[in-house]
């Protein structure tokens, strides 16, 4: 029997587990077990949105960020899950929240 070895915090695992469309009651869960453990009220409806962020012109940067989702009161949530922290990161962070501000 051959066994196969996965990253479970690779990017397209992650996607496939948390933003695939029939997905949402598993994401919901995730988010609202972090919500919860900060005293925050849980979400009842979490909609899964395009992750990807398209460039509009040729100067523009692309992205993709791992789970984007929208509640019912129209917040956006913007989940990125890193294995290693770096600086890089924290700009990163900074531009997806902008870049999901701005649209």
């Known amino acids: 029997m051959i066994k196969k070895y996965f990253n479970v915090l690779n990017d397209y695992f992650i996607r ?3 933003a695939k469309e029939g997905h949402e009651d598993i994401l919901k869960d995730l988010i609202n077990s ?3 453990d900060s005293n925050q009220e849980p979400f009842e409806y979490i ?3 395009n992750s990807f962020n398209l460039k ?3 100067l523009d940067k692309e992205s993709i960020v791992d789970v984007k989702a929208k509640t019912k009161s129209g917040e956006t949530i913007i ?3 890193q294995r290693i922290g770096n600086q890089s990161f924290i700009y990163r962070s900074l531009y997806y929240w902008a870049k999901s501000y701005y649209t």
Do not use: C, D, P, Q
């Open 16 to 18: 496939y587990l948390f």
């Open 79 to 81: 989940i990125e899950i």
């Open 56 to 58: 509009e012109n040729v």
């Open 34 to 36: 972090v919500r919860i």
């Open 47 to 49: 909609e899964v949105l």
